[in-house]
């Protein structure tokens, strides 16, 4: 079976079936703000496929209204961490064996029933994340292409076995990946669909069993992910899930020598810190965020670049790894660019996730928004607030964590908002004069996610590309500069410190990652 990504909404709109897809978001979008308004659904942990409770628990509250309780969620202990671990190694060697095949076969399975509740799955994380429905839409597309490339992957490769040429004529030579054994997988907030599908289905289905962390900030996916997997045949122990913090329990994972391996999306100084506790012997597959930059040059269409930036500093609030945060605009073009995106920037609205309207929904947590407030108070002071800076205005707002996208100017290159990676709508834009000036100051950073230029000069696109010290890198892109990175035909891979190991997810190269390499011979009598 051909690999085909979901697109559903570039379907809908081809198809002119856009009603027909606001009308089954917003249906599921009611039977969740129903839930959401009522008694509070206490979800458990899973730990040897049944249902567990601890002793305490942790209410999650909707970013876009904290009068919405999306469930209670189990505050686990480092007990319920070790008995999670146990279980999944103890479902080790059985499902290690497990033809490839039947694996791939459960989650063909898995990816159609994710199909059927596509828009039951968006609008839980709407409630969940504050995502608008597009994206919201978008990330269970991602996370349905994920397990469909996956599976390919592996029919592909043939379980990841191949012959090869033997070294003398009675021998038979084949090498075979193999599993590590047990993994933990840590989630983030902003695709809690797509990245723990990603990541989980990746360590699943070349035969290793998982203990799964989701977000605090949003564990709802994610519970509705296992499930999913549950309901599509999983063995009992093969994935386990414990909610709780970052400390406690994905501390407790990190430590335990029955880990075999950690894939992890996240900050830097997180996935850092994994990689220094995690003994020389066990992998880590870490993505870890950027200072994403995206270059306006003299010759560029100006229209596709204004689209391209506002797409990738602002869609999802900023809160994308590879969101464009800083921008570099050729000085012959400055001064007609600029208002052209500050324009476009102040038309976006800013609002409720579930509304059709709505391109900013809120940002995830109050101490988002406070961060957002204060570095907004530190551009004003050293540079200057073009456009936003504010928290956004409204009585329908203000029971959320809702701030205006921004755009700075005027910021010294080496000012600490041109440095660090925010995770809010804040936009930091730059002069240039000569291209290999910007491009040595879009390298000058610890990151190395996305990048993007916008330019028709061939030449000055060939040197971006060969110059530049990023993963994932585009021209002229409008419908993102920076973001929006397809399963099967953009390897999502960081450099430097946005990644460990210099290969992307949705690529042919991500599942060994998950695997080792085992020689068998068998000499023929």
Same mark, same amino acid.
């Given at each position: 079976?051909?690999?085909? +990504?979901?697109?559903?909404?570039?379907?809908?709109?081809?198809?002119?079936?856009?009603?027909?897809?606001?009308? !089954?978001?917003?249906?599921?979008?009611?039977?969740?703000?129903?839930?959401?308004?009522?008694?509070?659904? +206490?979800?458990?942990?899973?730990?040897?496929?049944?249902?567990?409770?601890?002793?305490?628990?942790?209410?999650?509250?909707?970013?876009?209204?904290?009068?919405?309780?999306?469930?209670?969620?189990?505050?686990?202990?480092?007990?319920?961490?070790?008995?999670?671990?146990?279980?999944?190694?103890?479902?080790?060697?059985?499902?290690?064996?497990?033809?490839?095949?039947?694996?791939?076969?459960?989650?063909?399975?898995?990816?159609?029933? @994710?199909?059927?509740?596509?828009?039951? /799955?968006?609008?839980?994380?709407?409630?969940?994340?504050?995502?608008?429905?597009?994206?919201?839409?978008?990330?269970?597309?991602?996370?349905?292409?994920?397990?469909?490339? =996956?599976?390919?992957?592996?029919?592909?490769?043939?379980?990841?076995?191949?012959?090869?040429?033997?070294?003398?004529?009675?021998?038979?030579?084949?090498?075979?990946?193999? $599993?590590?054994?047990?993994?933990?997988?840590?989630?983030?907030? +902003?695709?809690?669909?797509?990245?723990?599908?990603?990541?989980?289905?990746?360590?699943?289905?070349?035969?290793?069993?998982?203990? /799964?962390?989701? &977000? &605090? &900030?949003?564990?709802?996916?994610?519970?509705?992910? =296992?499930?999913?997997?549950?309901?599509?045949?999983?063995?009992?122990?093969?994935? +386990? @899930?414990?909610?709780?913090?970052?400390?406690?329990?994905?501390?407790?994972?990190?430590?335990?020598?029955?880990?075999?391996?950690?894939?992890?999306?996240?900050?830097?100084?997180?996935?850092?810190?994994? @990689?220094?506790?995690?003994?020389?012997?066990? $992998?880590?597959?870490?993505?870890?965020?950027?200072?994403?930059?995206?270059? %306006?040059?003299?010759?560029?269409? /100006?229209?596709?670049? %204004?689209?391209?930036?506002?797409?990738?500093?602002?869609?999802?609030?900023?809160?994308?790894?590879? !969101?464009?945060?800083?921008? =570099?605009?050729?000085? &012959?073009?400055?001064?007609?660019?600029?208002?052209?995106?500050?324009?476009?920037?102040?038309?976006?609205? %800013?609002?409720?996730?579930?509304?059709?309207?709505?391109?900013?929904?809120?940002?995830?947590?109050?101490?988002?928004?406070?961060?957002?407030?204060?570095?907004?108070?530190?551009?004003?002071?050293?540079?200057?607030?073009?456009?936003?800076?504010?928290?956004?205005?409204?009585?329908?707002?203000?029971?959320?964590?809702?701030?205006?996208?921004?755009?700075?100017?005027?910021?010294?290159?080496?000012?600490?908002?041109?440095?660090?990676?925010?995770?809010?709508?804040?936009?930091?834009?730059?002069?240039?004069?000569?291209?290999?000036?910007?491009?040595?100051?879009?390298?000058?950073?610890?990151?190395?996610?996305?990048?993007?230029?916008?330019?028709?000069?061939?030449?000055?696109?060939?040197?971006?590309?060969?110059?530049?010290?990023?993963?994932?890198?585009?021209?002229?892109?409008?419908?993102?500069?920076?973001?929006?990175?397809?399963?099967?035909?953009?390897?999502?891979?960081?450099?430097?410190?946005?990644?460990?190991?210099?290969?992307?997810?949705?690529?042919?190269?991500?599942?060994?990652?998950? @695997?080792?390499?085992?020689?068998?011979?068998?000499?023929?009598?």
């Amino acid at each position: 079976m051909t690999f085909r +990504n979901e697109v559903t909404y570039e379907r809908a709109k081809a198809e002119g079936r856009r009603e027909g897809y606001h009308r !089954a978001y917003e249906r599921a979008a009611d039977d969740w703000l129903a839930q959401a308004r009522g008694v509070a659904v +206490n979800y458990p942990n899973h730990i040897g496929g049944l249902p567990m409770f601890s002793e305490k628990v942790f209410r999650d509250l909707s970013p876009a209204d904290q009068d919405l309780t999306v469930g209670l969620f189990q505050q686990s202990s480092a007990g319920d961490v070790r008995w999670a671990i146990d279980s999944a190694r103890d479902a080790f060697e059985e499902w290690s064996r497990e033809d490839w095949d039947r694996r791939v076969a459960l989650f063909e399975r898995a990816a159609a029933l @994710m199909r059927r509740r596509k828009f039951y /799955l968006a609008a839980a994380m709407t409630l969940d994340n504050g995502k608008p429905r597009h994206e919201a839409v978008g990330d269970v597309d991602e996370a349905i292409d994920f397990i469909e490339y =996956y599976c390919s992957e592996v029919r592909r490769t043939n379980g990841f076995e191949r012959l090869t040429d033997p070294a003398f004529p009675d021998e038979e030579s084949r090498v075979v990946l193999r $599993p590590y054994g047990t993994w933990a997988v840590i989630c983030p907030f +902003n695709f809690p669909l797509a990245i723990t599908a990603g990541m989980t289905t990746a360590a699943l289905i070349t035969g290793n069993t998982v203990v /799964l962390k989701p &977000s &605090s &900030s949003a564990p709802l996916p994610v519970q509705l992910f =296992y499930e999913i997997l549950d309901e599509a045949g999983l063995p009992p122990g093969v994935l +386990n @899930m414990v909610a709780g913090s970052g400390d406690e329990v994905g501390g407790a994972l990190v430590r335990s020598k029955g880990i075999d391996g950690v894939a992890f999306t996240g900050s830097r100084d997180v996935g850092l810190g994994i @990689m220094r506790e995690s003994p020389p012997e066990r $992998p880590v597959v870490a993505e870890m965020g950027s200072k994403n930059p995206i270059v %306006v040059s003299g010759e560029a269409d /100006l229209e596709a670049a %204004v689209e391209g930036v506002v797409a990738s500093a602002f869609s999802y609030s900023g809160q994308k790894c590879s !969101a464009c945060s800083r921008l =570099y605009v050729h000085e &012959s073009v400055y001064g007609t660019f600029l208002p052209m995106l500050l324009e476009r920037t102040s038309q976006l609205v %800013v609002g409720d996730p579930f509304d059709r309207t709505t391109d900013l929904g809120p940002v995830i947590t109050r101490k988002a928004m406070e961060n957002y407030l204060a570095w907004s108070e530190l551009a004003r002071r050293d540079g200057r607030v073009s456009v936003g800076g504010a928290r956004a205005d409204g009585p329908a707002l203000a029971r959320g964590f809702y701030v205006k996208p921004t755009v700075v100017e005027a910021l010294p290159e080496a000012h600490e908002l041109m440095r660090r990676e925010l995770f809010v709508p804040i936009l930091c834009a730059q002069r240039y004069r000569s291209l290999q000036d910007a491009v040595a100051r879009c390298n000058d950073t610890d990151f190395g996610l996305t990048a993007g230029i916008f330019s028709n000069n061939e030449v000055e696109v060939k040197y971006f590309f060969d110059a530049i010290r990023f993963g994932v890198v585009y021209a002229n892109r409008r419908r993102g500069g920076s973001t929006g990175a397809m399963v099967g035909a953009q390897a999502f891979t960081g450099w430097k410190s946005s990644g460990s190991t210099g290969h992307g997810t949705g690529s042919r190269h991500y599942l060994p990652q998950f @695997m080792r390499e085992q020689s068998r011979t068998v000499v023929r009598r």
